[in-house]
């Protein structure tokens, strides 16, 4: 029986090699949204279809969003690109967006997952003069826009 069992952990991880060979499930890092959407064509995919809603306002200069995910997460293929397609449409500097891709365990190599209290995916962060204003985590109760737009009249 433990010959049968070392047999099994054999064929799993044997399998489960192809899983690893994708850098963005081992190393989390910091990504621009080119990379992102080069190396994850369904997120430029997914941020092509999106139409944005009317209603959000302009953010401010001195806001800044961190976005934490995975690229492996369905919330994340859904909303990050919706995210991004907001914030260009409303003319948000791409300097302002910090995006960091996190593993299965929800950590990223530089610890700001872990800094951030980052506990589901996708989790985005606005700060405004380096104080958190506010987050939407996963999928927002309402419209990813209506979210964006409440995190705003906290300002």
Same mark, same amino acid.
């Given at each position: ?67 934490? /995910? ?7 293929? !859904?909303? *990050? ?5 907001? &914030? +260009? ?36 962060? /606005? ?7 506010? !987050?939407? *985590? ?5 419209? &990813? +826009? ?10």
């Amino acid at each position: 029986m433990a010959k049968l069992s070392q047999i099994v952990m054999v064929v799993v991880l044997c399998c489960s090699t192809p899983l690893l060979a994708d850098n963005s499930l081992q190393n989390s890092s910091v990504i621009s949204k080119q990379a992102l959407f080069l190396q994850h064509p369904n997120f430029q995919e997914n941020f092509d279809r999106y139409e944005v809603l009317d209603g959000v306002p302009k953010i401010p200069n001195d806001v800044s969003v961190l976005m934490f /995910f995975g690229t492996w997460c369905h919330d994340s293929q !859904r909303e *990050v690109p919706r995210m991004l397609k907001i &914030l +260009e449409t409303v003319g948000f500097p791409q300097a302002g967006i910090k995006m960091v891709t996190l593993d299965f365990s929800k950590n990223d190599s530089l610890g700001l997952a872990a800094a951030n209290d980052i506990n589901f995916t996708p989790t985005f962060i /606005f700060f405004r003069q380096q104080n958190e204003v506010g !987050r939407i *985590v996963e999928k927002p109760a309402t419209t &990813l +826009e209506e979210a964006v737009s409440q995190l705003l009249n906290q300002l």
